[in-house]
């Protein structure tokens, strides 16, 4: 009687290390286990190559659950039958049994292991891999018994939902974000969707660039450069719409420098760069790709009848991972946003300031799958185009139109929804 107790006591402890592992490995961050690998952590590589193959030590562990639990039963069921005869001895062994291994070798093990998962993970991986190996050739046995009744049922294909591995990093982003960490879940959100957002929706609209004509005189030329607080600006010949190149400061400094006669017989051709044009339709990945291929910072963008459409610089794609990038010569209103200090938390905007832009720096989520500016977005959800004063209501926000140029809306005023207060 004592040696079955004991043994029984075994079983019971195998049991519960046998659930605990299961929950532990396979609740374990596969991020923190490559680190923890990389760093030279061998318990760590054991969990990783554990986890890369989970039908071998999952079959190991269930093997060793069932071994254990029939075991126990059995035990159980003989000790009781001695003490309380047949009848009751079965009845009482299959409540005793049920109620021990339900509290004791599965919700215990497996709570404790589900609230501490990496730290019990590498604590008993050294064990399951030696256990893995030993009983390697009963595991693949019977997981090839199992793999031929799934082709026979049809359940080998692979799960495929949702956008794979990008859709799973961004899950991830989520799940860990914080108010303390929010700028930078906010970067790593902003890099995922680089290859999703095209130039066209980033782009400074050819209404608001800066081009002078080439045919300027050298003096008058100078003066609008030295005004102008961008290094690169387009230069047109007749009309805006034909871009002849790029003046770009540095090179017309050193080209003036550079040169000792009349400045009438100045060449400004030797500080203009070939113009590079590009679709709207690019994508923001491939275009800074291809910014990094050509060693250049700034491009024409086109619609795919050659019109064109604005600009786009490399800081523009830089801002869309880290938010504006304010430097000496900008100024707070230039991204078409000024916040007004009402009670409401109205905010003002341009037309043609993006959707992007606005969600980013405020929290929102504004939609913007039809429209990729503030105004495109009115103009899709009114069908029309507002007049001035004219006010809307849609995803709880509030639009009012304040200011519009011909059929361009030029300024609007906008309210959000007011905070929830939170919940204690």
């Known amino acids: 009687m004592t040696f079955s107790v004991i043994i029984l006591i075994i079983c019971l402890l195998l049991s519960m290390f046998f659930s605990g592992t299961e929950t532990a490995i396979t609740a374990t961050s596969e991020a923190l286990m490559h680190e923890m690998e990389k760093k030279g952590n061998k318990k760590a590589k054991a969990v990783k190559k554990l986890k ?171 003066d609008k450069v030295l005004s102008c607080p961008y290094t690169r600006i387009p230069l047109y010949k007749n009309d805006k719409t034909n871009i002849v190149g790029i003046l770009h400061t540095k090179l017309l400094l050193r080209a003036l420098h550079a040169h000792t006669g009349d400045k009438k017989d100045f060449d400004l051709m030797k500080a203009v760069t070939p113009p590079w044009f590009i679709l709207e339709t690019t994508s923001l990945l491939d275009q800074l790709q291809a910014y990094r291929r050509r060693r250049e910072h700034f491009a024409i963008v086109v619609d795919e009848y050659g019109e064109i459409q604005g600009i786009v610089t490399l800081e523009d794609i830089l801002e869309e991972i880290v938010g504006d990038i304010m430097d000496e010569t900008d100024h707070p209103s230039e991204n078409g946003i000024s916040v007004i200090s009402d009670a409401d938390g109205s905010v003002i905007a341009d037309g043609a300031v993006s959707l992007r832009d606005l969600n980013r720096r405020f929290g929102w989520e504004l939609p913007d799958g039809e429209a990729s500016t503030l105004a495109g977005l009115l103009l899709y959800e009114t069908e029309r185009i507002p007049h001035k004063g004219a006010s809307y209501s849609f995803y709880g926000f509030n639009f009012k139109v304040l200011d519009k140029q011909a059929n361009r809306i030029s300024s609007i005023k906008i309210t959000p929804p007011p905070e929830e207060p939170e919940k204690n």
């Open 52 to 222: 890369e193959h989970p039908d071998r030590f999952l079959s190991m562990i269930l093997f060793g659950n069932n071994v254990v639990n029939i075991a126990a039963t059995a035990i159980t069921t003989s000790i009781c039958i001695t003490l309380f005869g047949d009848k009751l001895g079965v009845f009482l062994s299959t409540f005793v049994v049920s109620f021990v291994v339900l509290i004791f070798c599965e919700i215990f093990p497996k709570t404790v292991a589900i609230r501490n998962p990496n730290t019990i993970a590498l604590l008993v991986a050294p064990t399951i891999s030696f256990l893995t190996v030993i009983l390697s050739p009963m595991l693949v046995f019977l997981n090839s018994v199992v793999k031929n009744v799934m082709r026979v049922l049809g359940l080998l294909k692979h799960e495929k939902i949702g956008g794979g591995e990008k859709t799973e990093l961004r899950g991830a982003i989520d799940m860990h974000k914080s108010p303390k960490m929010k700028s930078e879940t906010n970067m790593l959100k902003s890099v995922l969707d680089l290859s999703e957002v095209c130039v066209g929706d980033i782009m400074t609209y050819r209404d608001k660039m800066v081009c002078f004509d080439v045919d300027l005189p050298l003096e008058e030329l100078m």
